[in-house]
């Protein structure tokens, strides 16, 4: 964890966070999270000798979630870090378990199973998300996104003229379509858009592919019924007029 105002200001490191993906009782309240095997540095060590004082509240930071060889695969925004508990950790000497009160917009309840997937290595095989429930799709879909940087690596664009082949026999609603292009694009657990200025944003290049390129879209008559939603116009037809707009020819099989 980092200060997000001063880069060199380091918080420390956790074992775990339990509790940064629990669903919230409701939509105002703050998150409560242990800070398991912590090691507290910096402004959160501050923090750490004020409890039920206002000197309690660190700040805003960044948390960052680290692989098995301490690479980082993603982080979260966190405001208002706030330290409520302190003990001893049994994860070793000189570590506590710090219980903290934060707000973190985007990690999504749900999303801590795509996270141990990428951490264990065992992300490596499509159409992981079918099992998934419809509440737990846009979970997977947000950890797509903040790992792009980590699963790609540096890896380019594949070239324009490139063809992919997008799998709609288990799109059934709209988040499992960013879920199914995403894996077609950019292999498992790949992202390429969550909603449709994303995915119009992706077709600039710069997310795993360059326009012109081709994608054949099978099952796409028993996605075109699903993909009805509330919308004034179809789904369906608005994500052809978005790939005909930039570039892509959608061959529908």
């Known amino acids: ?7 060199s200001d380091f918080w420390g490191f956790a074992h775990g966070a339990d509790g ?3 669903p919230l009782p ?18 959160l060590l501050k923090s750490v000798d004020h409890v039920g004082s206002r000197r309690a509240v660190a700040g805003n930071a960044w948390l960052a979630l680290l692989d098995g060889d301490g690479a980082t695969m993603g982080s979260y925004f966190v405001n208002e870090v706030t330290v409520i508990d302190v003990k001893p950790s049994a994860q070793g000497v000189g570590l506590v ?6 707000w973190c917009e985007n990690a999504l309840p749900g999303a801590e199973r795509a996270w141990d997937l990428l951490r264990a290595g065992r992300l490596n095989q499509t159409g992981m998300w079918h099992d998934l429930a419809p509440a737990d799709r846009k979970a997977w ?6 790992s792009r940087g980590y699963q790609c690596r540096g890896k380019p664009d594949a070239p324009a003229g490139q063809v992919f082949t997008l799998n709609g026999r288990h799109i059934v609603d709209e988040d499992s379509f960013y879920c ?11 992202y390429f858009g969550w909603n449709l200025d994303a995915l119009d944003d992706c077709l600039f290049g710069g997310w795993g592919a360059t326009a012109p390129f081709t994608l054949h879209w099978d099952s796409s008559a028993e996605a075109r019924a699903r993909l009805v939603g509330d919308r004034e116009a179809a789904l369906f037809d608005l994500l052809l007029e978005i790939f005909e707009k930039r570039g892509v020819s959608v061959i529908l099989r």
């Open 1 to 7: 964890m980092t200060s997000d105002e001063d880069d």
């Open 20 to 22: 940064l993906f629990t």
């Open 26 to 43: 409701d939509e105002e309240g703050a998150r409560r999270v242990q800070l398991v095997g912590c090691l507290p540095e910096g402004g």
């Open 97 to 102: 378990d710090l219980t903290v009160t934060l």
């Open 141 to 146: 879909l947000s950890v797509a996104l903040w």
């Open 180 to 190: 199914a292009v995403g894996e077609a694009i950019n292999g498992p657990g790949g």
